[in-house]
């Protein structure tokens, strides 16, 4: 599937020769991070309510699917937003392909996508199909969400996997550690969740063609102030980008106060 979640950006940021030089990362085993997370933190779950929670919480439960994982992937395509469309025809809130992988999953109109419930289900059942298919490598189904299981092989080796799909299950897992922060172990006689999950406010600053320089751009920028808050999102072109997120106008201005000090050009008028 192709990720949806805001329109094209302008790049608004510049930076120099030398701070790409110093933005090298090594690279994540994102099979083997998919496999930790299965054996340790697969049972946590949110304490906050998510935009749409009841419905994640049925189809979690439906699907046997731990609910952390539903969430990264909604947070990854849409950010929760239940209209995002993107050019591949991918609709809602988990981006069901239409009409293909749609009417594999028994959606034969293409409104009932907009449902959240509905598109939430579907996300679950697919990921329940794929993950099966792939023997429980969570890391492999993603890949196969993304590039669909006909360009991945039951039991590929790991330079059989498209290096795109590869990225976007790194870039799911980016979701999930957002996700993991609003969440902890399963507890009985804790009180139900009330409290909101909020989406932040998000100041776009750079825009990239691939997905590693974005992390790799974040990271970076990280590693010479903690206390910016950014994160990585792709939009409806498929392309990645970075954003400083911001709960209020005051802390907006603060970031990019210091990212100026950073040496970073950055419009604060362009928000979304």
């Not at 959240?116 to 969400?145: E, K, Q, S, T, W």
């Not at 172990?185 to 989406?199: C, E, F, G, N």
């Amino acid at each position: 599937m192709k990720t949806a979640v805001f329109t094209a950006l302008v790049l608004v940021i510049a930076f120099s020769a030398p701070a790409r030089a110093r933005m090298q990362v090594d690279p994540i085993d994102y099979n083997r991070a998919w496999q930790t997370y299965r054996s340790r933190d697969a049972g946590m779950v949110p304490l906050r309510k998510f935009p749409h929670h009841a419905c994640f919480e049925q189809a979690a439960s439906e699907y046997n699917l731990p609910i952390s994982l539903l969430l990264a992937v909604a947070r990854g395509e849409s950010d929760f937003n239940e209209r995002a469309v993107s050019k591949a025809s991918c609709y809602g809130v988990m981006q069901i392909q239409w009409p293909g992988t749609a009417r594999d999953l028994d959606i034969t109109r293409l409104t009932d996508l907009y449902d959240p419930c509905i598109n939430i289900r579907a996300g679950a059942r697919y990921l329940r199909f794929l993950i099966d298919r792939y023997n429980g490598n969570v890391h492999l189904a993603l890949a196969a969400y993304n590039y669909g299981p006909g360009r991945i092989g039951s039991n590929p080796l790991p330079s059989d996997i498209p290096r795109g799909a590869n990225w976007y299950s790194g870039y799911i897992y980016h979701h999930l550690q957002k996700v993991l922060a609003y969440s902890g172990p399963a507890d009985p006689s804790r009180a139900p969740v009330t409290a909101d999950y909020i989406r932040e406010g998000k100041q776009p600053l750079i825009l990239f063609h691939s997905p590693e320089k974005a992390r790799n751009f974040m990271e970076h920028i990280t590693s010479r102030d903690a206390s910016l808050r950014l994160d990585w999102f792709r939009n409806t072109l498929g392309e990645s980008f970075v954003v400083l997120l911001f709960a209020d106008a005051d802390e907006q201005a603060r970031g990019v106060k210091r990212l100026r000090e950073l040496g970073f050009t950055v419009d604060p008028r362009r928000t979304f």
